[in-house]
């Protein structure tokens, strides 16, 4: 952006140096330069000009939305959950610790996604995934695997197995839903659509989507949280 505007300005003033001569060309002012000549490099700089105007333009466009873009993230890292262990933290506590999924739509919408998880459930877990779901209408999702229900998981509370991934649930859901809100408007997404957010394992945001999470993408691309990999790769997770 300073290359931008040193370039803005060096045109300027070559602009402004060119009108002289060009008046000088045009009154056939004695020795004055060509007017095809002077007409020419007046031209070259207000085209320079231009040109870099609308780059500086769309830099600092690009700017401010990066910066809006982190605002988000930052405000997004100060929300809070609650374990299964009852525990409370925010999400900017777990940076480093696990590559969250987040959840959201109606409780039968969570259900579901739960049980599209169940096939890749061990692959899930080897690159640190945990699972936030957040029932947007209040009701308490019954989070099963197929595999694992009995007599004692019967009763709606979710098996052992599955509190492994879907780990936590959102708290204060005022600022959670404002938050999900303003997300909504500004990708142009129906308030009532069932979403997922997907943050990397630095808490940046990696991807969302509506529908349900894309659990066998997550296992294809994410790298173990274990192995020749650990370490290497945190925080570099890329998008969808």
Known sequence: MFFYLAFIASGSIGALISLPRLFAALGHAPNASPVTEVLTGFGIDLVAVLIFVILYRSETKARDLQVAKLSREETLASLKIELRNKRVLSLGQLRGVARLVIVVGPASHIEEACRASEPYFSGLLERGIMVISFATDGQIPELNYASNISKEDESGSSSP???????????YTTEWTRWLTDQKQLANVPLDA???????LDGRVRGS????????????????MKGMWSGVLDGMDGRI
């Open 161 to 171: 197995q599955v509190d492994k991934l879907w780990r936590g649930t959102p708290i």
């Open 209 to 224: 989507g509506t529908g349900l999470p894309p659990w066998g993408a997550f296992v294809a691309q994410l790298p173990p």
């Open 194 to 200: 069932p979403v997922y957010l997907s943050l990397r």
